[in-house]
């Protein structure tokens, strides 16, 4: 029964948002924002690596 009762999907927790009065700080940055940012970094050295590689 564990199985099944781990199968279902569960809630997905929203993140805050900024409090009003920290706006005049600018963007907030989420979680989602840091697990992004690397992903798309390692992707773009690949390919500048792809296209070393390719040139020479």
Do not use: C, T, W
Not at 25 to 47: I, Q, S, T
Request: hydrophobic share 30%.
């Amino acid at each position: 029964m564990s199985s099944l009762r781990n199968a279902i999907s569960r809630r997905a927790h929203k993140e805050r948002a900024q409090p009003s009065s920290r706006k005049k700080f600018g963007l907030l940055e989420k979680h989602k924002d840091y697990v992004v940012h690397p992903k798309v970094f390692h992707k773009k050295e690949e390919m500048l690596q792809k296209l070393k590689e390719k040139f020479l």
